[in-house]
Nanobody, 124 residues
Framework: QVQLVESGGGLVQPGGSLRLSCAAS????????MSWYRQAPGKEREFVAR????????NYADSMKGRATISRDNAKNSAYLQMNSLKPEDTAVYYC?????????????????WGQGTQVTVSS
């Protein structure tokens, strides 16, 4: 059974930091790119950051460049999002997503899995 479980969210003051974690199970984590997205109340879900399956290549939303670092530990089947200098507008539910290719015999298809999200609230 595929599972992505986010943790590490909470209430933080403006200017503070949080480290989100995403624990994966039920699929070959090391073969999947991992991303973080977020969704604020009344808004569409938006991209935050992405890291390729082997690590080392990342990209970020403009709003998070210089304030966020995405990483992964394939030995622990986990991905992380370190966020610094948090702002009230960073308040959202943060989701991790796994993207890869799943093959059943000779048939392969693009696959993605989502976690349930973790709430991040930035407020004084």
């Amino acid at each position: 059974q595929v599972q992505l479980v986010e943790s590490g969210g909470g209430l933080v003051q403006p200017g503070g930091s949080l480290r989100l974690s995403c624990a994966a199970s039920g699929f070959t984590f090391s073969s999947y790119a991992m991303s973080w997205y977020r969704q604020a109340p009344g808004k569409e879900r938006e991209f935050v950051a992405r890291i390729i399956s082997a690590g080392g290549i990342t990209n970020y939303a403009d709003s998070m460049k210089g304030r966020a670092t995405i990483s992964r530990d394939n030995a622990k089947n986990s991905a992380y999002l370190q966020m610094n200098s948090l702002k009230p507008e960073d308040t959202a539910v943060y989701y991790c997503k796994a993207e890869g290719v799943h093959c059943t015999g000779p048939k392969c298809s693009a696959t993605q899995y989502w976690g349930q999200g973790t709430q991040v609230t930035v407020s004084s």
